[in-house]
């Protein structure tokens, strides 16, 4: 619960900036995804390679002298998470497990972009994120029914993190940038003892500004 209290005010803090004078734009964002978990006690396990994209929207808010410009960006993205590992489900037998949990995330971060005398202008981010999954597809090779079962019922559907990037403003209202989305939730359901699972991912992202 207190998670979420700060969450909301990080929110409520970015938001009455937004009422200030300013510079707002909004585009959309596309690119890939390298998902994978943190685990204790550790385990095998590879990642997920898929998709990630949406909307966004930044909010120009204040200048450090003519070297850095802050502003506030948020916005809504589709990304697909999981990843990929073996279990043992009889003393001679095991399974290939894929879980794909695709969530909807909301990150609000901080921009601190830096006007140098470059061909581009780069840029970093900071801030929290939260996520609700929307698909929740565990599968097995071969097929084990229970396996899959037990999966489906494992894992929460409300996720949070921090999120860690860098890149550069192009011409033409191009960007690109890699993020780092570090979970802070353990996603399971029923932990036992000390043990969590943490979402971790790796993005790289191509925008166009279209306002």
Same mark, same amino acid.
């Given at each position: ?5 700060? @969450? ?7 938001? !009455? ?10 585009? !959309? ?94 840029? @970093? ?7 609700? #999954? ?41 960007? @690109?940038?890699? #993020? ?19 979402? #971790?991912?790796?993005?790289?992202? !191509? ?5």
């Amino acid at each position: 619960m207190k998670k979420h209290i700060i @969450i909301s005010l990080l929110v409520l803090v970015f938001a !009455v900036s937004a009422i200030s004078a300013g510079t707002l734009k909004a585009g !959309v964002s596309v690119g890939g995804n390298v998902a994978f978990v943190g685990t204790e006690p550790s385990g095998d396990g590879t990642p997920r390679y898929g998709f990630t994209g949406g909307v966004y929207g930044e909010y120009d808010f204040y200048s450090l002298g003519e070297m850095v410009d802050l502003s506030v960006q948020s916005g809504l993205y589709y990304t697909m998470k999981g990843f990929r590992t073996e279990m043992d489900v009889a003393p001679t037998v095991s399974t290939d497990l894929s879980v794909n949990n695709d969530y909807i995330e909301m990150p609000m971060l901080l921009k601190a972009s830096f006007s140098l005398d470059l061909p581009a202008s780069p840029y @970093i981010l900071v801030g929290p994120s939260v996520g609700y #999954r929307i698909i929740n597809d565990p599968s097995t090779d071969p097929e084990i029914a229970f396996v899959e079962a037990g999966a489906e019922e494992k894992y929460t559907n409300f996720d949070a993190g921090i999120v860690f990037g860098a890149g550069a403003d192009l011409d033409m209202g191009l960007s @690109i940038d890699a #993020r780092f989305n570090l979970g802070l939730l353990n996603i399971e359901d029923d932990p036992s003892g000390d043990n969590y699972t943490k979402n #971790r991912s790796v993005s790289l992202m !191509v925008s166009y500004s279209i306002l």
